[in-house]
């Protein structure tokens, strides 16, 4: 076990709901004191004049509601769901649970359904199935969405900026990668020979047994960051599982498509409960999709296990630093890439996450880690793939663009695939996930 404090402790999803079955969020708003520490705290307000603000969003719009039907504003449109106001109300006012549910509220019963707004909405929300078709043809996708007319079309048809580079799509998924390599069978046998070599149990050991909810980008678009789990956590004697699994949700709540999130929690929840009944924790390498997996998902719905669910996620650096000594195990070791300028997302922070990478890659020698500062990088999920947001995105991203390129390091590093899309984007980095990092320093080739 590590001296490490837990970051967990820091980490405490927000309780609104009670024993109340009905998910009535009028009585959070009681709780605003109206001291507006959230407006001064969101990006998008900071520079985009025209929007309210967290509070009017949260607490206002509800208090309205109370007293009577009332239409949800459309600026919860403008809300990237970067969820910092949660992090910054001194009252614990549930903000961003009250974005969501308005924004489901507005999508359902206020947007028109055969909008160019809504259909390019949910085709970034479902990003999953978009993206497991032109996997199965990963060159051929590749070339066309590299065309300019594509790019062209897609901006003058469905709204999303031509500036964006699509990403690209591995040749083989993480899953392909996983089954082909031996799945859980594999896993289990390499984690018994790491422990064996550690002196540990060489026999089946539930209490080194995790579950690995890898998302949709690491899956489709870097396996490189999926194997990089695998890999370090079976260096550390785990056994890795990798059940079936959806999208975790994360663009879907930006986009107020709660049916479709609700119906990938199903899977979710079903499948990683039935793990954690196994014995396993749940690891998650993205940071939003363990936020989703924690905060979200029993904030806005009620399943069976969710809680159980929730209480059993991890971040990947998280659980480690909790169960091992990660610090100790890196002192020793050499990296591949040294010398890295780091964005810790908003997703991380509001789970208290923010100076782990820092402090974990630190230990290693001769590494150099540049903190890039607290700025949102603007992106946020699905928020900066829309035209009409594009500008703003921008506008966010440029201290954080401004600090990585002050660092002058050669690598960037961040947990969210959407930041480091981002990071690239505004600074030309080439940009790893920590685990990668930990890869070269704890397995061997
Ligand atoms: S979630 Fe982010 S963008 Fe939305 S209101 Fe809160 S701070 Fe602003
Ligand atoms: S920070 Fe909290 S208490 Fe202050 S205005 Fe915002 S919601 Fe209200």
């Not at 009585?27 to 307000?45: E, H, R």
């Not at 046998?189 to 540990?200: C, D, K, P, V």
């Amino acid at each position: 076990m590590s001296d490490a404090e837990s970051p967990d402790d820091d980490f405490e999803p927000v309780q609104v709901f009670g024993d109340e079955t009905e998910m009535d969020l009028r009585p959070g708003s009681d709780d605003c004191y109206k001291c507006s520490t959230c407006d001064t705290n969101c990006p998008v307000a900071e520079v985009e004049d025209e929007f309210p603000g967290p509070k009017f969003q949260g607490p206002e719009q509800w208090r309205l509601k109370r007293k009577g039907d009332h239409d949800i504003d459309d600026s919860v449109m403008k809300c990237s769901n970067c969820m910092r106001c949660d992090g910054a109300c001194p009252s614990n006012v549930p903000l961003s649970q009250m974005h969501n549910t308005a924004r489901g509220e507005y999508v359902d019963e206020q947007m028109d359904k055969l909008s160019v707004e809504y259909l390019r909405n949910r085709m970034l929300s479902n990003y999953r199935l978009l993206a497991s078709l032109g996997s199965k043809v990963p060159r051929l996708a590749n070339f066309v969405m590299g065309l300019g007319v594509t790019s062209w079309l897609g901006e003058k048809v469905m709204g999303i900026p031509s500036e964006r580079e699509m990403p690209e799509f591995a040749t083989q998924t993480f899953r392909e990668w996983w089954s082909e390599r031996g799945g859980n069978a594999t896993s289990k046998e390499r984690a018994r020979e790491a422990r064996a070599e550690r002196g540990g149990s060489q026999v089946s050991n539930p209490d080194k047994r995790v579950a690995y909810f890898h998302g949709c980008y690491a899956n489709y678009n870097t396996p490189e960051v999926g194997k990089a789990m695998v890999r370090v956590f079976e260096s550390f004697g785990y056994e890795v599982m990798v059940p079936p699994q959806r999208c975790s949700g994360t663009p879907m709540f930006a986009n107020g498509m709660l049916d479709d999130a609700r119906r990938a929690a199903e899977t979710n929840v079903e499948e990683f409960v039935a793990a954690i009944g196994d014995g396993a924790d749940v690891v998650a390498s993205c940071t939003s999709c363990s936020m989703s997996l924690r905060q979200e998902y029993p904030e806005l719905f009620d399943l069976h296990g969710i809680e159980d669910l929730s209480n059993n996620t991890y971040e990947a650096l998280e659980y480690l630093r909790i169960h091992e000594d990660l610090e100790g195990e890196l002192a020793d070791t050499e990296v591949d890439f040294p010398d890295v300028a780091y964005h810790a997302p908003c997703h991380a922070r509001n789970q208290g996450l923010e100076g782990q990478a820092v402090e974990v890659t630190e230990s290693i020698d001769g590494v150099e880690a540049h903190d890039v500062g607290d700025s949102c990088s603007g992106i946020s999920g699905t928020y900066g793939w829309k035209e009409e947001h594009y500008d703003t995105s921008m506008k966010i991203g440029e201290e954080m663009f401004e600090h990585m390129e002050a660092a002058d390091a050669d690598t960037g590093m961040t947990e969210c695939p959407t930041c480091a899309m981002q990071m690239e984007h505004g600074t030309g980095y080439e940009i790893k996930h920590p685990l990668e990092l930990l890869e070269t320093a704890l397995v061997e080739e």
